[in-house]
């Protein structure tokens, strides 16, 4: 009973630690500069499309569409890809939405990817590898919200991707809540659990399909 308590006495600590971490990242966040050539923009999804087109999955797809333009007129062309699986099963999933919300913003459908299967980062992060497949080589810009780009990075770089740009959809001064860095408290170590457990499955032979579950 006394080494489960120190247990869970050392989990705490770590997981104040990490949130508290995550909190000097946020506030001292400083954007990369997005240099040609870019083979791909991932944008990532969170949550439904408001009726709107605003809150977060909005403004991210915003975000992309905005880096795309700007990568087009500095000569560069790259794809959009747009990542984001159902929530209900009888609507369209968040990348479809996206895609409609970018098209209508101007980009060309034939350069859009729609990702429409992931139901979490690692899935976001590896089925667009598949999907890009070997533009993937390239340098990939990956944009999300500023709390969420650490763990966005890892997955990505998991998925075997090394060559990316981290891209800030909510700037370097929007307020960022605690609840969201409190989720990524736990959210994080969890999905490094998940990658590692799923890698050494698939390693070992078993069907990457029949694995999915475990990184969903």
């Not at 600590?13 to 240099?35: C, N, P």
């Amino acid at each position: 009973m006394r080494h489960f308590g120190k247990l869970l006495l050392f989990l705490l600590v770590a997981y104040v630690l990490l949130v508290g971490a995550m909190r000097v990242y946020v506030e001292t966040y400083s954007q990369d500069l997005v240099q040609g050539p870019v083979s791909a923009i991932v944008v990532l999804s969170s949550g439904p499309m408001r009726d709107d087109r605003e809150g977060r999955t909005g403004m991210r797809t915003r975000s992309g569409v905005d880096l795309y333009f700007r990568l087009r007129k500095a000569g560069d062309d790259p794809k959009l890809v747009l990542s984001g699986g159902k929530v209900y099963s009888d609507h369209p999933s968040m990348a479809e939405d996206m895609r409609d919300l970018a098209v209508d913003l101007g980009v060309p459908p034939d350069k859009i990817i729609v990702e429409g299967r992931s139901g979490s980062t690692l899935q976001n992060a590896l089925f667009s590898l598949q999907l890009l497949g070997d533009e993937a080589s390239g340098q990939i810009a990956v944009v999300t919200d500023r709390f969420h780009i650490p763990r966005a990075w890892t997955s990505f770089r998991w998925a075997g991707m090394s060559d990316l740009v981290m891209v800030s959809a909510d700037g370097e001064t929007e307020p960022v809540d605690w609840d969201n860095l409190m989720g990524e408290g736990i959210k994080w170590p969890a999905n490094a659990l998940r990658g590692l457990v799923f890698s050494i499955l698939t390693a070992l032979g078993r069907a990457e399909e029949d694995t999915l579950w475990i990184i969903e």
